[in-house]
């Protein structure tokens, strides 16, 4: 008996994780779809089926090894990138973050204009008839009311308790809310238009002001289009995510919504000159960088991999020093050398005895972000470089110097092609890698400087992905289909750049 439980022990440990793995999987599920994110509960459940299929039956051994994988690739990799491209194709910006039902909601509770005398009341929240109301006071006039939705009741003063300040506070058969009720009833009561004169009424102001105002654009649902019931005005959906006065298109309703605009964004990164310029702008930047940094830095990291290879005292203490940079957090360095480079009390004008103003300047901004990321990744290099060289033949330089060739020859015909074709692929990766590299710009110089005055967003140092984080969050108007428009063209670069790296290394030969 004892000896048949162990026997199955592995089976029953399998069939009780997948119970607590499928269990967990369908309450994101239920829980997905309880929030309307169909999506992401469409693919959960698809993999709870897959799992169950795969690991209950023996359709696939092999699946049963790569379903882990294949799920997380498909979640936090194929997923957000069809995202991405989905987003691209979206008026989704501020101002466009909601559905067009909400938008014209929205537009109807905004569309209102006070009265000409701009009259407010104080009010007090409360019940009358079991429907929410007010009891509003204009102290000075000494006039009170009481107003729900359908109906206003005109209040004599004796028939109200008012507080020192002269505002009404009870009337018979009217209940004030407490503050409870009115946190609860915020969105109601806020929402709620209060009956006054005519085509008048009351609107709240928060909790104890209550405004007069009217109705000024009517939504028409027959022709889709709003109309200003003062002047006339029509506004219809421009295709673009807003209704657009017809007279002027430039004059939109606020807030709009997320509308499908396919392949504008593409488009204006071509023919916008407010997007195409400074994007241009930051591209030549973004490959100079890039190019710049693997550059010295292999040309660094190649020194010193060489004199470490002579045979000097204490060479494993200076090994052990070159690598410390590698070794610190970046984070830690970066804001290090922030301060360093800092006008007044930086130890890099203390030690040249000047007043540069590093990150004002543009050209000393950018000379500063290549030597810093020159500290920070010259070691990967020394490392590589190093390892590289001791796997070249020893024999191929003895015999070039044999016939003659001096050191500079050995190095320049035999060491450094050689070296080069083993260390061309680490070259193009770090080159995709410096391509992103957005803790350095973002934490250094913020991608500056730049002229916020004339409302520029991309700075002397912004690099594609930066630029791209700032028009995203980084600025008024945050345009979330613009930078996934041009997310796309940087994984697209990228993804270039790695399978030319990944065929000039020929790692994939073996499985052909």
């Known amino acids: 008996m004892l ?36 999506e992401i509960g469409v693919f959960l459940l698809v993999s709870i089926i897959v799992i169950a299929i795969t690991y209950l039956t023996t359709f696939s051994i092999p699946l049963k090894f790569f379903l882990p994988g294949i799920l997380f690739l498909t979640a936090f990799v194929i997923g957000p990138i069809l995202y991405t ?29 006070p009265d000409e005398a701009n009259t407010t009341f104080d009010v007090v929240v409360g019940k009358y008839n079991n429907q929410i109301a007010v009891l509003a006071s204009d102290s000075i006039n000494q006039r009170y009311l009481l107003s729900t939705s359908t109906e206003k009741i005109e209040l004599s003063p004796s028939l109200v308790t008012v507080d020192e300040n002269g505002v009404a506070t009870k009337v018979n058969d009217f209940t004030p809310a407490t503050g409870d009720e009115i946190v609860q009833l915020d969105f109601e009561i806020s929402s709620t238009r209060f009956k ?46 807003n209704y657009a006065n017809t007279d002027n298109l430039e004059d939109v309703l606020q807030p709009g919504w997320r509308s499908p605009i396919w392949f504008s964004h593409y488009i204006d990164l071509v023919k916008d000159e407010s997007v195409r310029n400074p994007l241009f702008t930051v591209f030549i930047w973004t490959v100079v960088f890039a190019f710049l940094t693997v550059l010295t830095q292999f040309a660094l990291g190649l020194l010193v991999a060489m004199a470490m290879n002579k045979p000097i005292k204490g060479r494993r203490v200076y090994r052990s020093i070159f690598i410390l940079p590698y070794a610190i957090p970046s984070i830690m360095s970066i804001l290090v050398w922030g301060g360093m480079f800092n006008t007044e009390f930086g130890a890099i004008n203390a030690l040249l005895g000047t007043e540069i103003a590093w990150f004002q300047n543009a050209t000393f901004a950018r000379v500063a972000v290549i030597l810093v990321n020159l500290w920070l990744g010259f070691p990967y290099f020394y490392l590589i470089t190093s390892g590289a060289m001791q796997a070249i033949p020893s024999e191929l330089s003895e ?59 991309a700075g002397a140092t912004d690099i594609l992905i930066s630029y791209t984080y700032k028009i995203a969050f980084g600025s008024n108007v945050q345009d979330l289909g613009l930078a996934s428009a041009i997310s796309v063209i940087i994984f697209i670069i990228i993804a270039s750049i790695s399978l030319f790296g990944v065929r000039k290394s020929k790692v994939l030969d073996s499985f052909s």
């Open 3 to 38: 000896e048949s439980l162990f026997r199955n022990l592995p089976k029953v440990l399998k069939y009780v994780f997948l119970a607590l793995t499928i269990s967990i999987l369908l309450m994101f599920t239920q829980s997905a779809f309880a929030k309307k994110e169909y």
């Open 85 to 113: 491209v989905v987003m691209s194709t979206y008026q989704y910006q501020t101002g466009n973050y909601i559905s067009k039902d909400q938008s014209i909601e929205r537009v109807q509770m905004l569309g209102i204009a």
């Open 196 to 241: 006054y004169e005519g085509d008048y009424f009351i609107m709240l102001e928060g909790s104890s002001v209550g405004a007069v105002a009217r109705q000024v654009l009517d939504y028409v649902k027959s022709a889709d289009k709003f109309i200003n019931l003062v002047d006339g005005t029509e506004y219809v959906d421009n295709g673009r995510g």
């Open 399 to 457: 015999a070039a110097a044999i016939d003659g060739a001096s050191p500079r020859q050995v190095f320049a015909r035999i060491t450094l092609p050689l070296l080069l074709k083993i260390v061309t692929p680490l070259l193009i990766a770090s080159f995709a890698f410096n391509f992103n590299n957005f803790n350095l710009i973002f934490l250094l110089t913020g991608g500056g400087p730049r002229n916020e005055l004339d409302g520029q967003i």
